[in-house]
């Protein structure tokens, strides 16, 4: 083992950084969309870099991947067809298919070293893969969401990048109306939505276009991610027809796999915004 060294992300929009203690460099693959490097750290387990950013450590990945799965699955009636577009380290399709009531599960990632790289060095985030209701593709998720079929789906995730590169597209009225039109009348849209303590406008601009795209109801939940930038994320919520946010509580106090994070009562934690987030969002 070589002398630890320190591994940092600089996030000029917040002009701040996170840094973590490393050992060696595991793994780097260029693929024709990014740059995707693996690292294994001190105390956070293996740490994934793409295009120099923050994406997954063995250790607090969960945050993330609970919290942009079971809230929305929780707060639909019944999800059965579930549609998750990036998500190619496939954390959030494995807690999807947690759900014993869901059908399908399609992950729709454009970068398939991704999900290489994730079932060689997060192997435990890839044990749902090949779970009969599981499809994992590699395509452009922008075309897939187009071509979906109208009224086909109960619940939209889009676990992505920042909105930049690949990703930007995925952050904008075009392809939230696709989701729309592909979401049942019932159905939840959930989009990563960055931070909530420097990136409020993004939020704010994604939930406007959002309602641009015909989606009426919105609700925003922060929670803990420490690898990053603010440590602080989110994910945004977006429904039709005015249906609100309550959630099957007791169907979530009761439910029947172990998380780390999510719970019942971390879910209505979640639902109480800092003022400052709130009177932002309206």
Not at 185 to 198: A, F, H, N, R
Request: glycine share 8%; net charge negative.
């Amino acid at each position: 083992m070589t002398a630890p060294t320190w591994l940092y992300e600089n996030f000029d929009p917040a002009g701040s950084a996170i840094g973590y203690r490393i050992t060696r460099k595991l793994d780097e693959v260029q693929s024709p969309f990014q740059k995707i490097e693996v690292y294994e750290s001190t105390d956070w387990g293996n740490v994934m870099l793409i295009d120099g950013a923050m994406m997954v450590t063995t250790r607090d990945n969960f945050l993330y991947h609970e919290m942009m799965t079971h809230p929305a699955l929780f707060t639909h009636a019944d999800p059965k067809n579930v549609v998750i577009i990036g998500g190619g380290d496939c954390g959030t399709l494995r807690e999807v298919l947690r759900h014993p009531g869901v059908e399908k599960a399609v992950q729709c990632d454009i970068d398939e070293q991704v999900t290489r790289m994730a079932e060689k060095y997060f192997p435990e985030l890839c044990e749902s893969n090949n779970d009969p209701r599981a499809e994992v593709l590699f395509d452009d998720g922008i075309a897939y969401m187009a071509n979906c079929a109208p009224g086909s789906l109960d619940v939209v995730i889009v676990d992505s990048t920042d909105p930049v590169g690949p990703a930007e597209g995925l952050f904008n009225k075009a392809f939230f109306e696709s989701c729309f039109r592909a979401l049942k009348d019932d159905g939840i849209l959930v989009q990563q939505s960055e931070s909530p303590l420097v990136l409020l406008d993004l939020i704010q601009e994604m939930r406007a276009e959002m309602g641009k795209a015909g989606f009426d109801s919105f609700q925003t939940l922060p929670f803990p991610q420490p690898c990053y930038p603010t440590g602080w994320w989110s994910c945004t919520l977006a429904r039709k027809g005015g249906r609100g946010f309550g959630f099957r509580e007791a169907d979530a106090a009761a439910k029947t796999f172990a998380t780390k994070y999510y719970s019942a009562d971390m879910h209505k934690a979640a639902q109480v915004l800092p003022p400052f987030v709130a009177d932002a969002l309206g």
